[in-house]
């Protein structure tokens, strides 16, 4: 039998860009290619309809691999990302029980406010919890936030899970001050300090908080929210290295809480600039190590676009949201229930939430792969364009 040593495309002469657009205005019959088939984003800048190896030839990003500085692959070598919960409960030991309940149908990270905050309530809490596995997020009323680090870490180190611990203490001192325009009532560097400092033994712990999905469900668009999280983000380095801490102590406890909109495309772009973008800032500090340029995100489905008339469309709406950031390689992701916009979630709902993540890591494999929308010509240009976007927004913010 004769070799076949013939490569298909070979019988297909090469097309150049100038011959596809001759060809699309000929088909336009006279009609403007730019009304037609360009679209013009609420990000700032134009999207065509097709793009090829040239439109990304000189982009230095498709050079880098997962895990290698400036992060726009992702932060590290695998995809799997922590399926979170947030917890509904009046007391710890409601909330202990959830938890373990939750943990035992998927959820592998989940989150809680706590009311009473006492090591008691602590322990309760985490009764039974695997801390080595579990990705613990807790928040509380601004006062006792250092209180509760201090709680936090003392149980952490006596379960001898310091070195293995993942976690948060959501500390958001400007959250009053961008809601509800009264200032806040801890003083953010002093309480900071203080937290970082605390906070020493257990090298998991986030400590500083970037909630810029309070953006998303405002109804920014995705450019202003990657805008406004990185310039936050900046804050706090900012403040924090001129109050005589380290860039690395500073970068490595800041934990960004970013939204997901519906623009499946964009969003996914999003969380790759923003891993671009945030490396190069924290780089400017000069860390010891690049590994502080590392963004650490959790990533939470939209409210904002949520609908009470048919609520089982939340449902299509969440999906594609969390496939975006899945795909983009976030740390972990909230996927808000159905029923939110009308009543407490019960049982149903929260159950749905989590099994739509679960659908996406074992049924599509998702977590198998790492940053799969690399090299592609129309990911990669938005990425970067949106990117350049949120950074005149940056700039804006910070000579302002």
């Known amino acids: 039998m004769a070799e076949h040593n013939e490569k298909l495309f070979d019988m297909f002469p090469p097309v150049s860009s100038e011959e596809w657009r ?17 679209w013009r984003t609420n990000e700032g800048f134009n999207v065509n309809p097709m793009y090829r190896r040239e439109d990304i030839a000189d ?48 959820a592998t990270s989940f989150g809680w406010h706590m009311r009473e905050v006492t090591p ?20 509380c009323c601004m006062r ?14 006596s379960a001898g899970a310091a070195d293995t611990f993942r976690g948060s203490v ?35 712990l986030r400590l500083l908080s970037v909630d810029s999905a309070m953006f998303t469900n405002g109804g920014a668009y995705i450019y ?14 900012t403040l924090l290295t001129d109050a005589g801490l380290s860039a690395d102590a500073v970068a490595s406890r800041i934990k960004f809480n970013m939204g997901i909109s519906t623009n499946y495309f964009m969003e996914l772009a999003k969380f790759r600039a923003a891993r671009l973008l945030w490396a190069q800032i924290v780089e400017q500090y000069k860390p010891a190590s690049l590994d502080a340029c590392k963004m650490m995100v959790h990533a939470t489905t939209s409210r904002y676009n949520q609908t009470v008339y048919d609520a ?56 198998k792969v790492v940053d799969p929308a690399g090299g592609s010509y129309y990911v990669e240009t938005l990425t970067l364009s949106l990117a350049n976007e949120a950074w005149k927004l940056f700039l804006a913010v910070e000579a302002d």
Do not use: C
Not at 68 to 73: D, H, I, K, L, S
Not at 144 to 157: A, G, H, P
């Open 22 to 38: 001759a060809k699309v205005d000929v088909d336009l019959k006279g009609v403007p290619f730019e009304k037609k088939l360009v």
């Open 59 to 106: 982009f230095t990003t498709t050079d880098s691999l997962p895990g290698e500085f400036p992060y726009v692959r992702g932060t590290r070598a695998d995809n799997d990302w922590q399926i979170r919960q947030e917890i509904i409960a009046d007391n710890a030991a409601d909330a202990n029980a959830r938890v373990l309940e939750v943990l035992g149908k998927g």
């Open 120 to 139: 008691e309530a602590v322990a309760t809490l985490l009764a039974g919890v695997d801390l080595a596995k579990v990705e613990v997020n807790l928040s």
């Open 144 to 157: 006792k936030v250092v209180e509760l680090t201090q709680i936090l870490v003392e149980y952490v180190v």
């Open 170 to 204: 959501k500390f958001n001192p400007w959250k009053r001050e961008l809601k509800h325009g009264t200032k806040t009532p801890l003083d953010p560097v002093a309480t900071a300090t203080a937290l970082l400092k605390i906070a020493e033994p257990v090298k998991g």
């Open 224 to 237: 202003q929210e990657l805008g406004y999280a990185l310039s936050w983000g900046a804050q706090w380095m």
């Open 312 to 367: 089982h469309v939340n449902l299509l709406r969440s999906q594609t949201e969390a496939m975006s950031a899945a795909l983009a390689g976030v740390d972990s992701i909230t996927v808000t229930p159905f029923d939110t916009p009308y009543k407490t979630p019960d049982d149903f709902s929260e159950r749905i939430a989590r099994n739509q993540q679960l659908l996406l890591k074992e049924e599509s494999h998702l977590d």
